[in-house]
Structure formats: C-alpha cells, structure tokens
C-alpha cells in the first residue's frame, strides 16, 4: 500500500527534478507510514528522497512505538532529555542533518516552511493524490460510516425532548465507541434555538420541542466516517418539516447529480439553486461538503468558488442545512464515494 504512495512521489521529484520531498502534515505523515493510528502520529515529519530509503523524524516520546509500527525503518529521534540517545535534540536540527546527509538542495514540501541551506517549495501534490481513494482506503471509509448509520439507528432511541444534548451525545458516542477507534470529530448535538448555529457546543440544555441537529462520525482503522442527520424531539411545527423536506430535496437531488467529470462546483451552485426557489438561500450559510478519508476535513472542498472536476476515486460529504436565525435549523449529510458508479456510503434513513 506504501510502496505505491512512495513511489508516485519519487517519480514527481525525477520529473520536476527536486532532491527530496519533506512532509510535515499529519495526514500526509499517517499517508505514508502510519495510516491506521487516528490521534496521535507515530512520526513528526517523513523525508522521502529522490533515491535511496526514506527517512521518518519522531520525537523519543514515540520512538518505540514508531519503531514497532511504522512503516518507514529508518528512524532518527529527537529529544532534549539527558541519556536518551538521539539524533538531535529538535525536529529542525535531525531534519538539517538528514538533508545534509542526502545532499537535498532543491526540496518540495507539503506545508511552507523554510529550511536552511535549501531551496524549499510548497506543493499540493501528497494532498491531491490523497483525493484518489485505493480499494484498501475504501474498505475502510465503508466500515466508518457503517458504525455511523448504526450510531443514526441508536438515535432514533435514545432522542428524548427530556434528556439534556451532552447527555443524548454520551449515549451516542458510548455506543460508537464500542466499535470504532475514536470519534473523528467531537459529537454536536443542536436542539431548539441552538439548531440554528452550523457548528454548536453542546450544552446541558434539555431538547426541548422541536428540530435537534445530530453530526458525528468516527475512525475505523485510522479512516473517518462523518454523517448528519436532524430529528424532531417532542412537538415539532409544520415549519420545520416544510423545511427538513426542502434540505432533503436539495441533498438527494445534488446526490443524484454527482459523477465523475462534472464541475465540483455544481453540486453546490445545484442546492444554492433549489433553495433559492423556495425563498431560503440566504440561510444555507456554509460550503456543500468536503473530502473525508484520513481526516475528517481534506480535499476537495465541495463549494461554488472550488476549480476542479469529480474524479473516480473522490469519497466527499454532502450536507447542505437552512438555518434560521433564532428558530431552527436543519443539516443532512451523507458520505458519497465516486466508484464505478456513485455510491452512498452511509445509509441511515432520512425520511421523519
Ligand atoms: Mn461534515
């Protein structure tokens, strides 16, 4: 699985004739190395040289644990600590000497930053190729958002206009937890007023009446699921079903629309649209999605102000939400993976 990754990379530094390529995202280290650990990378920064074996940097916090379980054989280790053997006593000081070592002049890297002695360039390219989802990435993806509809299913039960929204999230996540690595993102659960804010803390407000916004999601062997769905607690209004109707419409209808070769931008210039129609644009306040995979947040981002085309391969959200300011809210997000054909991965129902 690596060596595929590895290799894509060296054949850029040939073409574009770099030395060395030097990755400091945590994404990009875990796509590299370490895919399948979630919170805490096994490695601070990966130099993957135009020839020869590549090198990972981590701090001796980690070292054994890197040494056991990443990829990359060729450790260096940095601490300040007396009587721990190193390479160094930072990431920068270890980082210079390898370059040294490999006579790397000329460096592409993930993230900016400046490196003495060397001419450093930023690119993109770990981030785009990461767009590309391989079978084994897939597999995974599909598993994470199985555990998030089974955690859709727990909601229908455990919704109570009784129960407080830090409560409903610790019964969620006690269930999730019971089967994934971690949550990929924190649970939001949005009741009452607080529906209408896109991103919300929790509270230890109790649900009260009336539309309740669930988002959540969790890592599978170091993959991300991340799915929204909204619920009626209690008595809800006829407003408020018009409204989960039209989102509804707008998500499945720019579902429907998705496949390899159209714009990006027309899945949200689509929703923008529906809305429109019924009067509520100026509520749909946030982009349509964004890329999932390792992180719950990477490329592409599902917006109208986004150049690129849907490529086999793409695994994004879908989550359009009409908020209105000091009533309610409503989000529906689905996990979408363009294969063969479009599939949608996370399955849980969406009809109240
Ligand atoms: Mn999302």
Known sequence: MYQKRW?????KLYDEKFDAFVVRNEGNIRY????????????????????????????????????????????????????IKNDGKNLDDVLRNVLKKINAKKILTDTKQKI????AKQDDFIFNIRMKKDKEEIKRIRKACKIADYGAKIL?????????????????????????????????????????????????????????????????????????????????????IDVYNIVLEAQEKAIKNVRAGKKISGIDKLIRAIFKEYGYDRYFVHSTGHGIGLEVHEKPRIACD??????????????????????????????IFVGKTVEVLTKAKKKL
């Open 7 to 11: 290799g894509k990379i060296k054949e």
């Open 32 to 83: 590299l190395c370490c895919s399948d650990v979630p919170s805490f990378p096994l490695v601070s920064c990966v130099v993957v040289p135009r020839k020869g074996k590549n090198i990972a940097i981590a701090s001796s916090l980690e070292e054994f644990r890197a040494r056991e379980k990443c990829a990359i054989k060729n450790l260096k280790v940095f601490c300040p600590y007396p009587g």
């Open 116 to 119: 003495k002695n060397a001419k």
């Open 156 to 240: 229908w039960e455990i919704i109570d206009e009784n129960k407080t929204e830090t409560r409903v999230a610790n019964e969620l996540d006690h269930a999730l937890r019971q089967k994934a690595q971690c949550n990929s993102f924190q649970t939001i659960i949005a009741s009452g007023k607080n529906s209408s804010y896109s991103h919300h803390d929790n509270t230890n407000k109790k649900l009260g009446n009336g539309m309740v916004i669930c988002d959540f999601g969790v890592y599978y062997d170091g993959y991300c699921s991340d799915i929204t769905r909204t619920f009626p607690a209690g008595n809800v209004s006829e407003e408020m």
């Open 306 to 335: 986004y150049n690129g085309k849907i490529e086999k391969g793409n695994v994004f959200t879908v989550e359009p939400g009409i908020y209105l300011p000091k009533k309610f809210g409503v989000r529906i997000e689905d996990d």
